[in-house]
């Protein structure tokens, strides 16, 4: 092994590993394996930048941009729509239709879009026949992997074997050269998932069998009756006069007010603005002993307010401004006072960005780059502070500055905790307190011995005196929670969620959504459309608390309530993919033939050669937004950006693997273990490594590193390296066995109800389903013959 094969080994298992961790992105990792490629000089700065030009990526692009033109005039919509009515009422005859009519949309469409497409109208069926979508929607996603198989414009994963074999100097696949070989494996699959492998597929308890995705329904399903109860204020509550918001109902307990019924008058998602009156009765949504911990808080007694141990805080106590680095993990995270704490040993006082200072509510702000965090800490962990790589600076500030800049309206107050009280074993940390009211512990007083800024994690004792930082207001409104009535026994009336101006919605996130990675509370569900976010559905279970905080996932089922006509905003936001639509789509199909007529001339074209396929796509792409099929917008839109600076990036990497006889140390490494069994053992193993990264690794990533290997092993048998890369082109493009495998499998995750177990225990044997089906057809379709 020379060095230069070290160094290419080294930065592909570096990749790999980053692959698996999901430490960062996998289009920044591409980039990084590009950029250490030149640093390495192991290729050219031409070489590493040559993936961008690269024929294969620039047909998966236009591709993508095609597929949006057909999805957007509609005639996929009407295409799919026609064929499932066919379906029937029959569990079998319904796998059948939807993963054929799926598969065949996907030979011409990138198949994300066609599951993009399908999933609500798939969801629909199931709602109409009364079958648990989760029978339903992994046959439609193995339905559009199996059909990407067929054609050489069904999958990226094609595209770029048949570029592989183009840049080695050998004929190309040819766009229906998968056809008979990607046909046979999508009918075998087909019948296999349709009469054995429903019988994997999970089944809902017995009540949840016939359960529609209606209002009710939905409620019951996300567990909203076990959620919701009745409060009233008293007429003398210290939150009599201030707004919801002020009260921090929701903020602090994690309680969505649904309805406020006053003088009899029901008020239906009621204004943050609302101001509470004494008498007034409120519809929550939430976690009842989540409310009672934060009512039990309210048993701190005030002892006094303590301005004279400012200057006793202020002599081991530090004020500093850190900066937020560009490279900082905390960038993009929210923040949470106690993990802070625990982190840096610091506790943040208030957030500036550019001219804007944010005194409250902390918790909920995303940190970004460059933001200036005035912290407190002791003179200790400033020293900490300085040499952390998170922070680009850090510098102590005065009273003076602080009060200029800051104006914070904080005091400190001395509070006790009472000997009978039921604080004692609790900690802040696990209260959340400090994130619902930004309070911050100063000092414990305990058995004579005072300590300065204690962990987060301190248990109380009856009979402990805390030093708290904290505005006066927050401690009435903390008092203001206790004296929330808490109707014993009342059945909430949850007729408000059937009332004709208020409605549940069910949504799932878009494949190419920008709120993917976002936190929920950064998207501003009330603000943005007026609507409430009131669950999620991820990997089978229903989340309900701290919303806020949560990252938003490719494959979350969104639970949304608000009145009809906000509801229809996110029916027509493209970020959103709605799953019980309150209101009948309407497709405007006015250019649906004229859009069929460019995707034919795209396929003739390439079919008698006429154009590369990567010409003729891009002709294609553009003709969509010349006509009007597609905006410009749209079409940038519809391009998989991730997808394709991945693609772009790895390819470099098959370069210096070629180039450095990488690719001839492992395919020789191959071949000595498998070759004495003959070559078609060589290409069985191929297969199953490539199947089994599936699981693992971005498919395209996967292509673009087997693509150098099987050549090699190739040439080492003496075999014309076609047969090997169909097989390679098969396994890559049909990951069943983990939702991570492909996005498809992501999206119908949430809606779907599915656990990761779920995908394994269908995926396993249909993957092997499929591998005997390409192994016993292989020597039919694709015979060895000797190297050309």
């Not at 379906?87 to 996907?106: F, N, P």
């Not at 004929?171 to 054995?196: H, N, R, W, Y």
Request: glycine share 8%; net charge negative; proline share 5%.
């Amino acid at each position: 092994m020379t060095l230069e094969i070290g160094l290419v080994l080294a930065i592909l298992v570096a990749a790999l590993a980053l692959f698996v961790s999901e430490k960062l992105r996998m289009d920044v990792v591409a980039l990084l394996v590009l950029g250490s490629l030149v640093v390495t000089e192991l290729v050219t700065p031409q070489e590493a930048v040559a993936g961008f030009s690269n024929a294969a990526v620039i047909a998966v692009w236009a591709m993508f941009i095609l597929s949006s033109g057909l999805t957007r005039t509609g005639i996929a919509d009407v295409i799919g729509s026609s064929v499932l009515r066919l379906a029937g009422r029959h569990e079998t005859r319904m796998i059948v239709v939807i993963m054929l009519t799926a598969g065949i949309l996907s030979a011409f469409m990138n198949n994300i879009g066609v599951a993009a497409l399908m999933l609500p109208v798939v969801v629909d069926i199931a709602r109409r026949t009364r079958l648990p979508a989760s029978r339903l929607l992994m046959p439609l996603a193995y339905g559009c992997l199996l059909g990407g198989l067929t054609t050489l414009i069904g999958t990226p994963p094609n595209l770029l074997i048949s570029g592989a074999l183009e840049d080695a100097g050998l004929e190309p696949f040819l766009l229906f050269d998968f056809t008979p070989i990607g046909g046979s494996v999508l009918a075998v699959g087909t019948l296999f998932v349709a009469l054995l492998g429903r019988l994997m597929l999970p089944r809902k308890k017995p009540e949840e069998q016939t359960q529609r995705r209606s209002q009710r329904n939905l409620r019951t399903m996300y567990g909203l009756q076990a959620q919701a109860f009745e409060m009233v204020v008293p007429k003398d509550s210290i939150l009599v006069g201030k707004t919801l918001a002020q009260s921090r109902i929701g903020v602090a307990a994690g309680l969505i007010v649904i309805a406020l019924k006053r003088h009899g008058r029901d008020q239906l998602m009621p204004s943050r603005q609302t101001v509470l009156t004494g008498g007034d009765r409120l519809l929550v949504q939430g976690r009842l002993d989540r409310f009672h911990e934060f009512q039990r808080w309210s048993d701190l007694v005030i002892e006094r307010e303590a301005p004279v141990l400012q200057a006793l805080m202020a002599e081991q106590v530090r004020l500093v401004e850190v900066i937020v680095g560009d490279d900082s993990k905390l960038v993009g995270e929210l923040l949470r006072h106690s993990e802070f704490r625990d982190n840096y040993g610091a506790n943040v006082l208030a957030i500036r960005r550019g001219d804007l200072v944010r005194r409250v509510n902390l918790a909920n702000v995303p940190l970004r780059a460059t933001d200036v965090l005035l912290l407190q800490a002791t003179p200790e962990t400033v020293e900490e502070l300085e040499r952390s790589a998170e922070f680009s600076s850090c510098r102590e500030i005065g009273e003076e500055e602080v009060s200029e800049d800051y104006r914070l309206q904080e005091r400190i107050f001395v509070v006790r905790v009472p000997h009978e009280s039921q604080l004692a074993g609790d900690t802040l940390v696990r209260s959340r307190l400090g994130d619902a009211f930004d309070f911050r512990l100063l000092a414990l007083f305990r058995d004579g011995e005072l300590t300065i800024m204690p962990d987060s994690d301190q248990a109380l004792r009856g009979g402990d005196l805390l030093l708290l930082q904290g505005r006066e207001e927050d401690l009435d409104v903390l008092r203001g929670l206790q004296e929330l009535e808490v109707r014993p026994g009342a059945q909430p009336n949850l007729n408000v969620f059937e009332s004709d101006r208020l409605s549940l919605l069910e949504t799932t996130l878009d494949p190419r959504s920008s709120l993917v990675g976002q936190p929920a509370g950064d998207v501003n569900f009330r603000t943005k459309y007026g609507l409430e976010l009131i669950a999620v559905w991820r990997r089978g279970e229903a989340i309900r608390t701290n919303l806020d905080s949560l990252v938003l996932q490719l494959g979350d089922a969104l639970l949304l309530l608000g009145p009809r006509q906000q509801l229809a905003l996110i029916e027509r936001d493209p970020d959103f993919l709605v799953l019980t639509p309150v209101t009948q789509r309407q497709v405007d199909t006015a250019k649906a033939p004229l859009a069929a007529g460019i995707m034919f001339g795209v396929i003739f074209s390439v079919l008698i050669g006429w154009l590369p396929i990567y010409i003729a796509a891009v002709i294609g792409a553009t003709l969509m937004v010349v006509t009007n099929c597609l905006s410009m917008e749209d079409a940038y839109r519809a391009i998989e950006w991730r997808a394709i600076f991945l693609i772009a990036g790895m390819l470099p990497l098959g370069t210096a693997m070629e180039q450095t006889g990488a690719a001839q140390f492992l395919g020789e490494g191959t071949v000595e273990l498998l070759g004495p069994f003959g070559p078609w053992w060589v290409i069985a193993g191929l297969y199953l490594i490539t199947a089994t990264g599936t699981m693992v690794i971005p498919t395209v990533a996967l292509v673009v590193l087997m693509a150098p290997i099987v050549l090699s092993a190739s040439l080492q048998l003496g075999i014309d390296p076609h047969t090997a890369m169909m097989a390679v082109a098969m396994a890559g493009a049909a990951g069943f066995m983990s939702p991570m495998s492909h996005p498809a499998n992501i999206l119908v995750m949430g809606p779907g109800g599915y656990k990761f177990a779920d995908y394994l225990k269908l995926g396993l044997p249909l993957t092997l389903v499929v591998f005997v089906t390409v192994m016993v057809l292989l020597p039919i379709l694709w015979p060895l013959a000797p190297t050309p």
